[in-house]
């Protein structure tokens, strides 16, 4: 077998065994109260039969590892179970129902601020590296530091204050519809989307601009500049094709950066968004939402890690070269 | 005769300690010592808040949504807090709480990986695999979960956020313990025949210090972002007590009238993160010798 097709399974494996690990500390998580959930959602009052009724009717009086198992594959056939919430009557709110429009707006706003931030921060990075130590890199630098530093909410309200109160230009809630058409939807979500844009962009421009700062000190970008070849010659062709497997580890990490942040980002902005509905689901307690909200984040934060990983494989001249 | 002489002619006493802090001090640059201005600030705050600040935490003596005046500062939020005084506590809850975390998951982190690293082995494997699949999960959304399920209160948080953070302390005290393990220095305790505190203690803590320091730095600001971010989701620090993260959150509704109010609190936050990354890029240029762009 190829080496590189040998290393990309290998890490796939990797991948899949993170994932299930990942999936039984999330379940197992809320085995941690055996009993205890009940007891807190129904009071200190309860009647053993009724916390008994309670458990059998969410069925957790079966064994933690039959409900894991059943758990788990209907989670990846995309059946979440029923929502706790509303679940007293006969009728079932079924999760992936709740989540699945809530996903897409979801992924509309991550999709928004990453297709935005991705070319302008490596544009940003290259041009800090090209003329480090400038006026250029020095404002960027100190700017992008500062907004590191700050948490999104504050950048999200300052965002609010100037640019929706003040001046007017944007609503300060992005409340969408399903019947949202499309440019009404980007428009209302250009809000949040900036101010995640704002956030990453920071981070993904500061390791660009470290990844390619790293390569410059190579000995072969020293020859190049020898031979008298031009500046900007020697980081697109000799720096920059060495420095995709750093760049791709840089924008994957900061899209599985997207995926948190997108949390306070959507409570901020009242955005119908899978962020927001976790939080209302922790503080109501509502299991089967919790776990599922959970499962998504963490497998799209492994999904965008293990695929920088492979792209760096891939893209890694002296992987298709064994010795 | 003489060379007693040059002897004590060469030999100049000893910096003291103050000395030396002052030394260190006066070679600093302006923006660590505006970031080291700032913490002490802060640290002035949260210790000396009841003295500070003008009101008590939990007064509503007040009527709600007064605008500033000479008696509040920066006026009242809803419940007739004098949101200057609420601004002066929470520097002792937010910061309090956060460094109570950072610490606690530090002394675990550090001595796992520590002994992770002396041990190898089964201990080495076992807590290394856990480590990892914690690390695969954002805090946040772990935090969240977590919150959910054994219920908010500042003792859980405190807890899940330490034993978070734990993990990724113990990735890098693991990583420079095995790099300082194997020095000849270590080596050569061993063969004198120190016991494995001496080890610890003496050669291998002192010389792995400088990155789990600035790894604190860097771990407090993550844990104080979290922290302010959980309260300003509504699962962190409950009220009345005074917390930074909640404050925005409790008056987010001002802002869509024009009030800057609530953005102070989160200014607030910004600020102290800010300062302690200006002190930890200094502290981590003098203890590497890096120089970025070389």
């Known amino acids: 077998m190829h080496p590189v097709l040998k290393t990309v399974l290998q890490r796939l494996g990797l991948g899949m065994i993170t994932l299930f690990a990942v999936s039984i500390i999330i379940f197992s998580s809320l085995a941690l109260l055996p009993g205890g959930y009940a007891q807190n959602i129904l009071g200190q009052g309860a009647t053993p039969e009724l916390v008994k009724n309670f458990n059998h009717e969410l069925g957790l009086d079966r064994p933690a590892s039959v409900r894991y198992v059943e758990w788990i594959t209907n989670a990846v056939q995309g059946d979440f179970g029923n929502s706790y919430s509303g679940t007293t009557g006969t009728i079932k709110r079924s999760v992936s129902a709740i989540i699945a429009p809530r996903l897409y707006n979801t992924f509309f706003l991550a999709a928004t601020a990453a297709i935005v931030a991705v070319p302008l921060s490596l544009f940003l990075g290259i041009m800090a590296a090209l003329y480090r130590n400038s006026w250029f890199d020095r404002i960027i630098n100190s700017v992008t ?29 992005s409340t969408v519809s399903a019947n949202t058409p499309f440019l009404e939807h980007l428009y209302r979500v250009a809000l949040p989307a ?23 000190a190579a000995p072969y970008i020293e020859m190049a500049q020898l031979k008298g070849i031009s500046k900007s010659r020697v980081i697109l062709r000799h720096a920059l094709p060495n420095a995709w497997a750093p760049i791709a580890t840089v924008i994957a990490f900061n899209l599985a950066y997207l995926v948190v942040g997108v949390v306070v980002v959507e409570v901020v902005y009242v955005y119908p968004g899978i962020g927001q509905m ?6 109501s307690r509502d299991m089967p939402v919790v776990q599922a909200c ?22 890694n001249p002296r992987l298709l070269h064994p010795k | 005769m003489s060379a007693i002489q040059l002897e004590t002619r060469l030999i100049k006493g000893r910096r003291t300690l103050w000395q030396n802090i002052v030394r260190t001090l006066k070679a600093s640059p302006n ?45 009242t939020d809803q419940t007739g807090h004098d949101f200057f005084s609420r601004l002066i506590f929470a520097a002792r809850n937010t910061i309090g709480i956060a460094l109570i975390t950072a610490l606690l998951s530090f002394f675990v982190g550090s001595t796992l990986g520590i002994t992770a690293a002396l041990q190898r082995g089964w201990f080495d494997q076992g807590v290394s695999r856990v480590v990892d699949a914690f690390l695969a999960i954002p805090v946040l959304i772990f935090a969240l979960m977590m919150l959910s399920v054994i219920g908010k209160g500042v003792f859980n948080l405190i807890m899940i956020l330490a034993l978070l953070d734990a993990t990724r302390v113990f990735r890098l005290a693991r990583a420079v313990a095995l790099n300082a393990v194997v020095m000849d220095y270590v080596e050569s305790a061993r063969l004198r025949g120190e016991g ?3 080890i610890v203690f003496r050669e291998i803590v002192p010389n792995i210090l400088p990155p789990l320091i600035t790894e604190f730095g860097l771990r407090f600001c993550f844990v104080f ?22 404050m925005v959150a409790e008056n987010k509704s001002l802002i869509s009238y024009g009030y800057a109010l609530p953005l102070y609190p989160a200014f607030a936050i910004a600020l102290l993160t800010v300062a302690v990354n200006l002190v930890v890029d200094w502290f981590l240029q003098r203890t590497s010798g890096l120089r970025d762009g070389k």
């Not at chain 1, 530093?149 to 003040?166: G, R, S, W």
């Not at chain 1, 976790?278 to 503080?283: E, G, L, R, Y």
């Not at chain 2, 802060?42 to 009841?50: D, E, K, N, T, V």
């Not at chain 2, 007064?59 to 000479?70: C, E, N, Q, R, V």
Request: charged share 10%; glycine share 4%.
């Open chain 1, 294 to 315: 959970a499962l998504i984040f963490a497998a799209t934060y492994i999904l965008l890690n293990l695929l920088a990983d492979i792209v760096s494989i891939i893209t």
């Open chain 2, 225 to 246: 972002l979290t922290i302010a971010a959980l309260s300003f989701l509504g699962v962190g620090i409950q009220p009345p007590s005074a917390d930074w993260g909640s």
């Open chain 1, 145 to 173: 530091l500062t907004t590191i530093a700050m948490p999104e909410f504050f950048i999200a309200y300052i965002l609010v204050y100037v640019l929706a109160v003040k001046l007017r230009w944007f609503y300060p809630n």
């Open chain 1, 278 to 283: 976790m939080v209302d689901a922790v503080s």
């Open chain 2, 31 to 75: 923006s660590a010592r505006f970031g080291m201005i700032v913490m002490l600030i802060y640290a002035l705050c949260a210790i000396f808040a009841p003295w500070i600040a003008p009101f008590p935490e939990a007064d509503t003596s007040a009527k709600g949504m007064l605008p500033s005046s000479w008696t509040h500062i920066m006026g």
């Open chain 1, 194 to 216: 900036l101010t995640m844009t704002l956030v990453i962009v920071a981070h993904m421009m500061r390791m660009t601009r470290a990844a390619i700062i790293n390569l410059l």
């Open chain 2, 196 to 198: 494995t505190r001496w």
